[in-house]
């Protein structure tokens, strides 16, 4: 499995020890060494199979001596020893012995066992591993078919059915049992040990592990609906004059924070400005020990806050993680139908927003007529109240408004524009042109980015 020729790899690695069940997908490159995703259960690994055994020689001696032993501890402690015995004999033979000398009340027990018998008491627990690695995949949103190498972890990947059911979900793919299953663990730890020291052998010092996130990392925007981050991403005030900004970082799969869970929050001082202006650049680091740190700055200033969120501090267990998941599946369409209503009423804010600062623009005030202007500012002001007290509106309800908002609107500044062109004063229809005019007028309607009006104009010309 050496990657000789430092190409990508991605490597699954399936890890079944005597109580968990760990699985991964790595891609690797060169000395980098990447987590695309986990999953697993800390519940489920050899004990439970050697549980089973045991329930089912339960059975077996009450069915024979009509004697129930599920309330004496020493015989099931003795039970269980000879139950894993025959699951190690049955992973080389096909066929197994549980024999206990006088298990109860001088009563000697035997029974021969099947491997096919061995697979059908734990059908449940094999179906449920290979689930386990669906997920995991599923998580990385990678193919099976993208998998380049299948790794062997831990002492209950001897079984061998759990090779048979990976072998053929893998569609035949050759499996790596070539390291040592039982101390590959213990050898991953000491290398990333000695990482986290910073005393490294040759072999390792150039390795680079990058860890995974279990859920989508965000910022809440107005209105409460998660913003999706990348390691770096900028945003801006939805206030004229803020002072400072709330920054609260989220994890989760769903469009709306109140459905995912706070991580953190930190307040950012930045200066005086109108809304929209201000450039906040927030970034998301992940460290060699899991933990997350999240800096927020301020461009203009070089103003900067920084919050660290720690692995055991507000996170969510693997349950929980799944029934986000689960959740955000379920109600995709409903989210979906949210995000869209409330990113209308942004699109509606902020065009009324701008509508304000062009008609309170030096340049364009002045060759606004008293009664344009203050229709313009009765079809705003109409808006915005409509929008503070407007709880239940619909995505239709705000497309209706910016229609009429622009109806006010677009009549006069088209106009406006049209007597520049023809270089005449309001009421005068012909004369010479004077494009530097209009370009200037252009110009103002792109910096307050009122597009869709910018588009007519320049498409009427």
């Given at each position: 499995?050496?990657?000789?020729?430092?190409?990508?790899?991605?490597?699954?690695?399936?890890?079944?020890?005597?109580?968990?069940?760990?699985?991964?997908?790595?891609?690797?490159?060169?000395?980098?060494?990447?987590?695309?995703?986990?999953?697993?259960?800390?519940?489920?690994?050899?004990?439970?199979?050697?549980?089973?055994?045991?329930?089912?020689?339960?059975?077996?001696?009450?069915?024979?001596?009509?004697?129930?032993?599920?309330?004496?501890?020493?015989?099931?402690?003795?039970?269980?020893?000879?139950?894993?015995?025959?699951?190690?004999?049955?992973?080389?033979?096909?066929?197994?012995?549980?024999?206990?000398?006088?298990?109860?009340?001088?009563?000697?027990?035997?029974?021969?066992?099947?491997?096919?018998?061995?697979?059908?008491?734990?059908?449940?627990?094999?179906?449920?591993?290979?689930?386990?690695?669906?997920?995991?995949?599923?998580?990385?949103?990678?193919?099976?078919?993208?998998?380049?190498?299948?790794?062997?972890?831990?002492?209950?990947?001897?079984?061998?059915?759990?090779?048979?059911?990976?072998?053929?979900?893998?569609?035949?793919?050759?499996?790596?049992?070539?390291?040592?299953?039982?101390?590959?663990?213990?050898?991953?730890?000491?290398?990333?040990?000695?990482?986290?020291?910073?005393?490294?052998?040759?072999?390792?010092?150039?390795?680079?592990?990058?860890?995974?996130?279990?859920?989508?990392?965000?910022?809440?925007?107005?209105?409460?609906?998660?913003?999706?981050?990348?390691?770096?991403?900028?945003?801006?005030?939805?206030?004229?004059?803020?002072?400072?900004?709330?920054?609260?970082?989220?994890?989760?799969?769903?469009?709306?924070?109140?459905?995912?869970?706070?991580?953190?929050?930190?307040?950012?001082?930045?200066?005086?400005?109108?809304?929209?202006?201000?450039?906040?650049?927030?970034?998301?680091?992940?460290?060699?020990?899991?933990?997350?740190?999240?800096?927020?700055?301020?461009?203009?200033?070089?103003?900067?806050?920084?919050?660290?969120?720690?692995?055991?501090?507000?996170?969510?267990?693997?349950?929980?993680?799944?029934?986000?998941?689960?959740?955000?599946?379920?109600?995709?369409?409903?989210?979906?139908?949210?995000?869209?209503?409330?990113?209308?009423?942004?699109?509606?804010?902020?065009?009324?927003?701008?509508?304000?600062?062009?008609?309170?623009?030096?340049?364009?005030?002045?060759?606004?007529?008293?009664?344009?202007?203050?229709?313009?500012?009765?079809?705003?002001?109409?808006?915005?109240?409509?929008?503070?007290?407007?709880?239940?509106?619909?995505?239709?309800?705000?497309?209706?408004?910016?229609?009429?908002?622009?109806?006010?609107?677009?009549?006069?500044?088209?106009?406006?524009?049209?007597?520049?062109?023809?270089?005449?004063?309001?009421?005068?229809?012909?004369?010479?042109?004077?494009n530097n005019e209009k370009k200037r007028l252009l110009l103002i309607l792109a910096k307050y980015t009122l597009q869709a009006l910018y588009s007519t104009v320049t498409a009427s010309s």
């Amino acid at each position: 499995m050496k990657n000789r020729n430092n190409e990508r790899r991605n490597v699954f690695v399936f890890d079944l020890g005597g109580g968990t069940l760990d699985v991964s997908l790595l891609a690797f490159e060169k000395d980098d060494i990447q987590v695309k995703a986990i999953a697993g259960d800390t519940h489920l690994g050899g004990e439970d199979f050697d549980n089973n055994m045991v329930k089912y020689c339960v059975k077996e001696f009450r069915r024979r001596y009509t004697m129930d032993i599920s309330g004496n501890p020493r015989a099931l402690r003795r039970l269980k020893t000879a139950c894993e015995n025959a699951k190690r004999t049955l992973s080389s033979t096909t066929m197994g012995t549980i024999e206990v000398d006088s298990l109860h009340e001088g009563i000697d027990f035997f029974s021969s066992i099947s491997r096919a018998k061995f697979e059908e008491l734990n059908k449940d627990l094999f179906n449920k591993c290979m689930e386990f690695v669906e997920k995991c995949l599923m998580y990385a949103k990678m193919d099976k078919s993208s998998v380049d190498d299948v790794v062997l972890v831990g002492g209950s990947i001897r079984i061998p059915k759990v090779q048979q059911l990976l072998q053929n979900f893998f569609d035949g793919k050759d499996l790596h049992k070539n390291i040592n299953a039982d101390e590959a663990v213990a050898y991953g730890a000491a290398v990333h040990a000695s990482m986290l020291n910073g005393q490294f052998d040759e072999k390792v010092q150039n390795t680079l592990l990058r860890e995974v996130i279990p859920l989508s990392l965000g910022l809440q925007e107005d209105g409460g609906i998660l913003i999706p981050t990348k390691m770096e991403d900028v945003f801006t005030t939805h206030l004229d004059n803020q002072t400072n900004v709330l920054i609260h970082v989220y994890e989760g799969e769903r469009k709306t924070t109140r459905d995912n869970n706070l991580l953190g929050k930190f307040v950012l001082e930045i200066p005086l400005a109108p809304r929209g202006v201000p450039q906040i650049s927030v970034c998301f680091e992940l460290d060699d020990e899991g933990i997350l740190h999240v800096s927020a700055r301020e461009k203009s200033r070089e103003i900067n806050k920084r919050v660290t969120i720690i692995n055991d501090k507000g996170r969510l267990s693997k349950e929980e993680i799944e029934r986000m998941i689960s959740d955000a599946k379920k109600y995709k369409d409903k989210d979906e139908i949210y995000k869209k209503k409330v990113e209308a009423r942004h699109v509606l804010e902020n065009h009324a927003f701008s509508m304000r600062r062009v008609i309170n623009d030096k340049e364009i005030s002045l060759k606004l007529s008293p009664e344009d202007k203050k229709n313009i500012d009765d079809a705003i002001e109409y808006t915005l109240k409509l929008l503070e007290v407007s709880v239940v509106a619909e995505q239709k309800d705000f497309d209706n408004l910016q229609n009429i908002l622009s109806s006010v609107f677009d009549p006069i500044f088209v106009n406006m524009i049209k007597r520049e062109d023809n270089g005449m004063p309001p009421g005068v229809v012909d004369g010479s042109g004077s494009n530097n005019e209009k370009k200037r007028l252009l110009l103002i309607l792109a910096k307050y980015t009122l597009q869709a009006l910018y588009s007519t104009v320049t498409a009427s010309s």
